[in-house]
């Protein structure tokens, strides 16, 4: 396979050429090298990053979407109204005393909100991949780069889908397991199997 299709796959992203070479130089690094494991990695990571063009979570939510979204955390619209608009406050809320994030006052909600292409959540996670990465914490400072450096942003999408085993469900073809490993559901699985239908397509792989 011509490794070259990938500018086929962002041919509307600004930075295509950038991205064929990081993933010409991180996917072979990471195993994800067969025709199933690329389609299944790249179908899983262009939904949660939007073709990877979103690598930072957006939290700007009208309360509305809050009480959707988050009911476990906004009972009604009174506490949804308080929140509505604040990212920041939404996130140090929602995401407090979980994933080795503190409390609410700790500001690590919002210090680790997701970014890369995988959406890297919680600071117990940003020390793991920056252990892997870096052999130190050097991420648990510098959050933000995981959303600013493009290379960066991948990078974490192929650790997260190597630290999971998600090669061994890609072999199995299997969009279900995979998606329920990544968001903990099946949130947004037709627009995933969609896309793997149309990358295997553009990558020449039979349905």
């Known amino acids: 396979m011509n490794m070259l299709q990938y500018l086929s ?3 509307k992203h600004p930075k295509k050429q950038e991205i064929n ?13 067969t025709q199933n494991r690329i389609c299944h990695f790249l179908s899983q ?27 476990k955390y906004f009972k009604d619209l009174s506490i949804a109204k308080e929140y509505e608009k604040k990212p920041e406050k939404i996130a140090n809320l929602i995401y407090a005393n ?7 006052q700790s500001g690590d909600g919002f210090k680790y909100i997701g970014r890369g292409i995988i959406q890297l959540t919680g600071k117990e996670n940003y020390s793991k991949f920056s252990q892997a990465i870096y052999s130190n914490n050097f991420l648990i400072d510098n959050p933000y780069l995981v959303a600013k450096d493009l290379k ?7 650790w997260f889908w190597q630290v999971n ?3 061994d469900l890609a072999d199995k073809d299997n969009c279900w397991a995979i ?12 627009d995933r199997q969609e896309r793997l239908k149309k990358y295997k397509s553009i990558l020449k792989i039979p349905s």
């Open 9 to 11: 796959v962002f041919e």
């Open 21 to 33: 070479n990081i993933l010409l130089d991180l996917l072979p690094q990471y195993q994800i090298t």
């Open 45 to 71: 990571t262009c939904h949660e990053s939007l073709d990877f063009t979103i690598l930072e979570e957006n939290l700007y939510y009208k309360s509305e979407a809050l009480l959707k979204l988050f009911p």
């Open 98 to 104: 979980r994933m080795g994030n503190g409390n609410t």
């Open 152 to 158: 960066l942003a991948i990078l974490v999408g192929c």
């Open 165 to 167: 085993n998600l090669n």
């Open 179 to 190: 998606t329920k490993k990544i968001n903990g559901g099946t949130h947004g699985i037709i």
